[in-house]
């Protein structure tokens, strides 16, 4: 079956948003995260790089074991932490937590809302890579989604290699350890927020489908399964961010199990898409033991300073830009542009 060969997000040839696209290459280039990260190949690692991969990275010992098993599973698991990363910190560009690493781990050990979202993310994003590994051939335990159980497919030919978000959601909750739902209220919240990333990938998984035939004729469709590009997810995942639901837990009078409950909104209950939290989060405008604060953070004047400078001000500096203009298309593929420099405001919030 032929693999799929759909470009990245902001590979060239791609239609991801340029603002988001701008967001990804700066984070992309950041120390930081090449640190976490180190640099990512095309071509998984095997043998003992495979096997000192997995030993390198923060995982239990059952994790590890899983790890050694899978070849390409290592790399696959990376370049989760790089989507998480990058888009966590593409939809909280302008709020007071902007996803920093500094106070990450403090953060985790606490049930706010923030902490919802990086649960979701980060499931989610596992879920997406492990389902494009399958589908790419880089992992060899899996392979493309087929799709078997679509109906009229008489027209049909399953000939190009569908994400297959089937295994990576089974290996997904293998590799959490998820077994029966626990009866401390954390392990609850932390289960449900894991799960609300793995149902808004499967929301975006669509039937994509190519005609072939003379003259423009659909005599033939090849159609496969396709995940939809990781920024839709995490974009819905902001959405359940900004929508949040505060549980508590309950005993249910039918079955004597507890099970979280929160307020009624709309005269519905809670929803399994919800993400939810315990506590509520700090104010972050500080630094904290999780996060830097917004001291120096950059600000549009007319939409975030104030919020995001926590009523402290801000400052303004002048900046030179360059960038193209005067562009001309010469015959028949050329475009010659000039280098224009603009002057533009910039501001910053205070520290104090």
């Known amino acids: 079956m032929k693999r799929s060969a759909n470009p990245a997000p902001c590979a060239p040839g791609s239609h991801g948003p340029p603002a ?66 990058l888009e966590c910190r593409y939809q909280f560009r302008n709020e007071r937590w902007n996803c920093s690493l500094d106070g990450r781990g403090s953060l985790l050990k606490r049930a706010f809302k923030e902490t919802a979202f990086l649960l979701a993310v980060s499931s989610a994003a596992l879920t997406h890579a492990l389902a494009k590994a399958c589908s790419s051939g880089r992992m060899e335990r899996c392979t493309c989604d087929d799709s078997p159980g679509i109906q009229h497919r008489e027209a049909w030919q399953w000939g190009v290699c569908g994400d297959n978000l089937k295994y990576s959601t089974k290996f997904l909750k293998k590799f959490l350890g998820q077994k029966k739902v626990s009866k401390d209220l954390r392990a609850q919240v932390d289960a449900h927020n894991i799960n609300v990333g793995i149902r808004a990938v499967k929301s975006g998984l669509k039937t994509t489908c190519k005609c072939h035939g003379v003259s423009g004729s659909c005599a033939v469709r090849t159609c496969w399964k396709q995940l939809s590009p990781f920024h839709d997810t995490g974009r819905l995942l902001k959405y359940r961010y900004d929508t949040a639901v505060r549980v508590l837990s309950v005993t249910n009078a039918a079955t004597g199990e507890t099970e979280l409950a929160g307020p009624r909104r709309h005269g519905q209950s809670l929803r399994t898409t919800d993400l939810v939290y315990l506590e509520d989060s700090p104010s972050f405008c500080r630094p904290s033991r999780y996060s830097p604060g917004t001291g120096g953070r950059s600000c549009a004047k007319d939409t975030s300073c104030q919020s995001l400078c926590c009523g402290r001000g801000y400052n303004t500096a002048m900046r030179l830009t360059s960038l193209s203009c005067h562009c001309q298309v010469r015959w028949c593929c050329h475009v010659e542009c000039q280098t224009c420099v603009r002057e533009e405001e910039v501001y910053t919030c205070k520290n104090a």
Do not use: F, W
Not at 34 to 55: D, F
Not at 60 to 82: D, F, M, Y
């Open 20 to 85: 988001y696209c701008d967001s990804l290459r700066s984070a992309s280039s950041s120390r930081t995260l090449q640190l976490i990260l180190g640099p990512l190949s095309n071509e998984p690692p095997t043998g003992k790089a495979h096997l000192k991969q997995c030993e390198q990275m923060t995982l239990t010992r059952r994790q590890k074991r899983l790890c050694r098993r899978e070849p390409g599973l290592a790399e696959t698991l990376r370049e989760s932490v790089r989507l998480s990363l």
